[in-house]
């Protein structure tokens, strides 16, 4: 049964101009929602960098105004050091500049996957629910004749919640 409807797939995305691969809406709207997860995990990541070097930026201004020779503590892989404030303000300024190249590059990811979302669902026309009644409602004759243009051009498309 599974190869039949898989043959059925592969007919109609040849029809419809080679522009999908076979694949099923489901798995369609799976690998769009791993996708999505995927940008989201991301985005967590680098909130909580940002949270990280927002606290080191506070600590390394509370200490640059103090005595340099006096003791301090730092957590250094879960074990607390008794170190001075020479010792560690420039391991602190270290951490947030690797901290903030670890931003960089997770924003930078972040950009590439949203590219790659937006070309996939425009290559398997993904919509999400509810999205083509607003714009219907909101624009009814150039939004109508898009969707039908759209409609045809890929398939019936992916809808996904």
Do not use: W
């Not at 049964?1 to 076979?22: C, Y």
């Not at 369609?28 to 997860?37: C, D, G, S």
């Not at 602190?92 to 670890?102: A, D, F, H, S, Y």
Request: proline residues 2%; hydrophobic residues 30%.
């Amino acid at each position: 049964m599974a190869a039949s409807s898989s043959s059925t797939g592969n007919k109609s995305g040849s029809s419809a101009g080679g522009k999908q691969s076979g694949l099923t809406a489901d798995q369609v709207a799976a690998t769009f929602q791993r996708m999505r997860q995927e940008q989201r995990s991301l985005a967590s990541t680098a909130a909580n960098l940002e949270m990280e070097m927002n606290e080191h930026s506070l600590v390394i201004d509370t200490l640059k105004d103090v005595d340099p020779s006096r003791k301090c503590f730092h957590l250094v892989g879960g074990v607390l050091v008794e170190m001075t404030v020479k010792e560690v303000l420039p391991a602190l300024v270290n951490n947030k500049e690797q901290i903030t190249k670890g931003i960089e590059s997770i924003n930078t990811k972040m950009q590439e996957k949203g590219q790659e979302l937006r070309e996939y669902r425009e290559r398997y026309n993904i919509r999400f629910i509810g999205e083509g009644e607003a714009e219907t409602q909101g624009q009814p004759a150039s939004s109508s004749s898009n969707n039908a243009g759209g409609g045809s051009k890929s398939g019936a498309g992916v809808l996904v919640s």
